[in-house]
Nanobody, 120 residues
Framework: QVQVVESGGGLVQPGGSLRLSCVAS????????MGWYRQAPGKQRELVAT???????SYADSVKGRFTISRDNAKSTVYLQMNSLKPEDTAVYYC??????????????WGQGTQVTVSS
């Protein structure tokens, strides 16, 4: 099993940038498909991005072209670079570790969440 801990959230103005980090421990990091979810008040939880152990990425339509997910297996860390942030990006962001089932992402371990607030 793997445990994940997110960091890097905060308050940023519209158009600004933030970089979230997620450190994994307790298992072999390179075996997992890593992902980022977000939960905003009044909205359903949304899968933002995933990255496989081979480095293949996938993004929600709402963040394509603005967010970039990456991983450093030597550091057991996954990142989410968020650029051109909008108020609607405001949410608690969660890091996940899991795999795939029939082409669908299947998270197994969840982090505690980190708050991202985009506001003037």
């Amino acid at each position: 099993q793997v445990q994940v801990v997110e960091s890097g959230g905060g308050l940023v103005q519209p158009g600004g940038s933030l970089r979230l980090s997620c450190v994994a421990s307790g298992s072999i990091f390179g075996l997992f498909v890593m992902g980022w979810y977000r939960q905003a008040p009044g909205k359903q939880r949304e899968l933002v991005a995933t990255i496989t152990n081979g480095g293949r990425t996938s993004y929600a339509d709402s963040v394509k072209g603005r967010f970039t997910i990456s991983r450093d297996n030597a550091k057991s860390t996954v990142y989410l670079q968020m650029n051109s942030l909008k108020p609607e990006d405001t949410a608690v962001y969660y890091c996940t570790a899991g795999g795939t089932a029939s082409g669908t992402y299947a998270p197994g371990s969840w982090g505690q969440g980190t708050q991202v607030t985009v506001s003037s």
